[in-house]
């Protein structure tokens, strides 16, 4: 089955304590991307890659980092959260064909004390 | 960036058409449009897309204005299923690099 898997789903954390949320997409997709949702701001981009070793910034790219090593793996790091990153998650992928649609995840809900 | 504009909530009766707006006056000519529905905290799910022709799939019809400035997403015979966020997205770009703008969505409600 074509997906997006996100791991954790859930995870409560604390300040400072780097985390890393995984994302993979078994569709062979170029195209991969990252959004937070917070409530009253829709989603919002943090970073996309698209392709291995091709990443850019999104809208909201402040404290958060990303690698794409492998072209099914598109990882999103946190090295020192802090509470105001505290939101809802979303993993998207696409194919690198210029008008198809992003596939999601079915997110990571994170919250920093 | 272009930038899309909804109305925040929309009701709308069982079995009847919902037709949800969306504003995109600063689209590009390759911008392209597309449309999700997000049912509680779930994964966007993909409705529609188009570039400047109405398209129409299983799930709904998209009616894109002339000048491109404008939008409409059309669910023919709404059901309590329905109910969600419907996001309408413009990608903005070239084929080389491209990012998605979600708009702040339309909170739709099918009535019994």
């Known amino acids: 089955e074509a997906q997006v898997t996100q791991n954790p789903r859930y995870l409560i954390t604390v300040t400072g304590k780097k985390l890393t949320v995984t994302c993979s997409q078994n569709m062979n997709h170029e195209y991969m991307s990252w959004y937070r949702q917070d409530p009253g701001l829709g989603l919002r981009q943090i970073y996309y890659s698209m392709n291995v070793e091709v990443t850019d910034k999104g809208d909201v790219p402040e404290g958060y980092k990303v690698s794409r090593k492998e072209k099914r793996n598109f990882p999103l790091i946190l090295e020192s959260p802090s509470p105001n990153q505290t939101s809802l998650y979303f993993c998207?992928?696409?194919?690198?064909?210029?008008?198809?649609?992003?596939?999601f995840g079915d997110g990571t809900r994170l919250s920093i004390l | 960036d272009a930038k899309t504009t909804q109305p925040p909530s929309m009701d709308c009766a069982e079995g009847r058409a919902a037709n949800l707006p969306c504003n995109h006056s600063t689209i590009s000519g390759n911008e392209y449009v597309y449309w999700y529905r997000q049912i509680h905290s779930q994964g966007p799910q993909y409705i529609i897309h188009?570039?400047?022709n109405n398209e129409t799939n299983e799930m709904a019809s998209l009616i894109i204005t002339e000048d491109r400035k404008s939008s409409t997403l059309i669910l023919p015979h709404a059901t309590l299923r329905d109910t969600a966020v419907y996001y309408c997205?413009?990608?903005?770009?070239?084929?080389?690099?491209?990012?998605?703008?979600f708009g702040t969505g339309t909170r739709l409600k099918v009535l019994a």
């Open positions: 997205i413009v990608r903005v770009g070239t084929s080389g690099t491209y990012k998605y703008i």
């Open positions: 188009g570039l400047k």
């Open positions: 998207a992928s696409s194919s690198g064909r210029m008008n198809q649609p992003q596939h």
